[in-house]
C-alpha cells in the first residue's frame, strides 16, 4: 500500500532547476486532486539564484506557487554555497521529516541537499539523473557524480543517460527512464511563446542604447556564461571579436546578456564597444517565454547553455554548443539532434558556423521527450513507495 499523506521536499536553487520542478508540482497537484493517496508537498528554494531576473520572474511566468522555504543562500564559492545549504537544509530536513527529497539537475544546491538528506537517511529522488560530459573540470559534473552516487531512484532523460549509470556500477532497479521533464514545459508554454511579437521581447528588455532600425528578417541568438568561456579575457575577446567582425555581418544578434559576462565584458574592456555595435541588440536576462520565443524564430543558436541545446533540438534550431564536451549527447548532429560541438576557438566556431547556417534546422523529438515526462517521475516515486513498480494505481 502506498502511504497516505506522503511527505515530499523538491528543492530548487538556481533558474534551470524552475523549468524542470513546474510540470512535477503540477503533476502533484493533480494527483491530489484525482488520487487515492495524498502527498504533502512543500517546495525549498536554496536562493541560489538570487537576482529577480534570474529567479522570480521565472516562477511567476511558470505558475510555480511561492517557495514554502526559502534559505536565501545566495551567491559565492562553490564550497560556501554547498557548506551553507547544508547547514540550512539539515534543520528543516529535521523539522520536517519528509519521506522523499526531490533534486532536480546539476546546480550546487543539488548535491548539497542530497548529501544532507542522505546522512539523515531520507530517500532521494533525482530527476535528470545520468548526464555525463566526462569533464571533472566542471563543477556541475562532480554534482551530477555525487547525486547519483547517493540518490535511491534515478529518473533519466534519455537512453545515454541509462547507459552512463549502468555503466558507472549504478543498480539497475534504481534507474528508470522516463524522458525529459524540461520538454513538458516547453509543450505547455509554446503556443504562449508564439503569440509574443519579437518587437515586444526586445523593446522590454533593452540594454543597448538603441533599438535595430532596420526590419528584422533573420536573427542569431548567443547566450554565454560559463567560465571557461568568459573568465579568460583571451577566449571571450577572441568569441566577442568573431561575433562582432564576422557573425553580426551576416544578420543581427540578439544577446540576452548573463550578469556574470556582463561583469567580465566590463572586466576585459569590451562592454562599451558591443553597446555601441549597431547589429548587435543586448537584453538583459529574459524571462522564459520571451526566451522561447527568441529560440523559435533564431537561424541559429550560439550557447554553453545545457538547457538550450535540450530545447533547440525539439524546436529545430540549428545549434552551435560553446563547449568541448556536453552532457546533453544526444542533442548533436552525429546522434540525431541539431547541435554542433565547437568549443572556444575560433577557427572550429567559423568552419562550423558556415557549414550549420546551409543547414535547414528540422525538429527532433528523442524518445520520451513528449510532455508527459512529470506523469512518468511522480509514477515511479509512488511505485517505489508502495515497493510495487508495477502498481497502475499508483497515480
Partial sequence: MIKSNLKIISVVGARPNFMKIAPFIKEIERHNKIGNSKINHLLLHTGQ?????????????????????????????????????????????????????????????????????KKLQIKVCHIEAGLRSGDETMPEEINRLVTDRLSDLLLTPDIVAVNNLKKEGIQESKIKFVGNIMIDTLEKNRNRAERIKLNDVLESNLISEQLYTMPILSYQVVTIHRPSNV???????????????????????IWPVHPRTKKQLE????????????????????????????????????????????????????????????????????????????????????????????????????????????????????????????NSNAL
Fill in 49 to 117: 539564484h538570487y537576482d529577480d531576473r534570474m529567479s522570480n520572474t521565472f516562477f511567476s511566468d511558470l505558475n510555480i506557487p511561492e517557495a514554502d522555504i526559502n534559505l536565501h543562500i545566495g551567491s559565492g564559492t562553490h564550497a560556501k554555497q554547498v557548506g551553507e545549504t547544508m547547514i540550512a537544509f539539515e534543520e528543516v530536513i529535521v523539522a520536517e521529516n519528509p519521506d522523499w527529497v526531490i533534486v532536480v539537475g546539476d546546480v550546487n544546491a543539488t548535491l548539497a541537499c542530497t548529501v544532507t538528506a
Fill in 231 to 253: 573568465d579568460s579575457k583571451e577566449i571571450l575577446e577572441s568569441i566577442v571579436r568573431f561575433l562582432l567582425d564576422e557573425a553580426a555581418v551576416k544578420m543581427p544578434i
Fill in 267 to 390: 572586466r576585459c574592456q569590451l562592454w562599451e564597444e558591443i553597446l555601441k555595435h549597431k547589429r548587435v541588440i543586448l537584453l538583459h536576462p529574459l524571462r522564459y517565454h520571451s526566451m522561447l520565443r527568441l529560440n523559435m524564430g533564431a537561424s541559429i543558436m550560439l550557447t554553453d547553455s545545457g538547457g538550450l541545446q535540450e530545447e533547440c533540438t525539439v524546436i529545430g534550431t540549428p545549434c552551435l554548443t560553446l563547449r568541448w564536451n556536453t552532457e546533453r549527447p544526444i542533442t548533436l548532429v552525429k546522434n540525431g539532434g541539431v547541435g554542433e560541438l565547437v568549443g572556444n576557438d575560433v577557427d572550429v566556431i567559423r568552419n562550423s558556423y558556415e557549414k550549420i547556417l546551409k543547414v535547414k534546422g528540422n525538429p527532433v523529438r528523442p524518445e520520451l521527450w513528449d510532455g508527459k515526462t512529470a506523469y512518468r517521475c511522480l509514477y515511479e516515486i509512488l511505485s517505489y513507495n508502495s515497493n510495487s513498480n508495477s
